[in-house]
Nanobody, 124 residues
Framework: QVQLVESGGGLVQAGGSLRLSCTASGRPFSTYTLGWFRQAPGKEREFVAGISWLLGRTDYASSVKGRFTISRDNAKNTVYLQMNSLKPEDTAVYYC?????????????????WGQGTQVTVSS
């Protein structure tokens, strides 16, 4: 099974940018579909973006489409989430997840491996 470690979170002002990274170890990274989720205090964990291992197809939550970009570098065993035009409502703990499915999945129960999370705080 693959292990995941996120990094890149922090405090940023509204309108700013951050890039999150998730580095995998353990098993071949290239055959995993990867997702980013987030969880704000008192709310359920929600899908943000995903990228499949087959053809690199991507999917985004409507709330982040056009502002966030997910990408992967299989040679570095890393998936990225570039976040631009950040808003206070983007404040959450961001989690990376992996699963050996072909298509991007958007629910938490469909991913069997999770990172520990990284905090993103956007001030107004």
């Amino acid at each position: 099974q693959v292990q995941l470690v996120e990094s890149g979170g922090g405090l940023v002002q509204a309108g700013g940018s951050l890039r999150l990274s998730c580095t995998a170890s353990g098993r071949p990274f290239s055959t995993y579909t990867l997702g980013w989720f987030r969880q704000a205090p008192g709310k359920e964990r929600e899908f943000v973006a995903g990228i499949s291992w087959l053809l690199g197809r991507t999917d985004y939550a409507s709330s982040v489409k056009g502002r966030f970009t997910i990408s992967r570098d299989n040679a570095k065993n890393t998936v990225y989430l570039q976040m631009n035009s950040l808003k206070p409502e983007d404040t959450a703990v961001y989690y990376c997840a992996a699963d050996q499915t072909v298509a991007v999945r958007t629910t938490t129960r469909e991913y069997d491996t999770w990172g520990q999370g990284t905090q993103v705080t956007v001030s107004s």
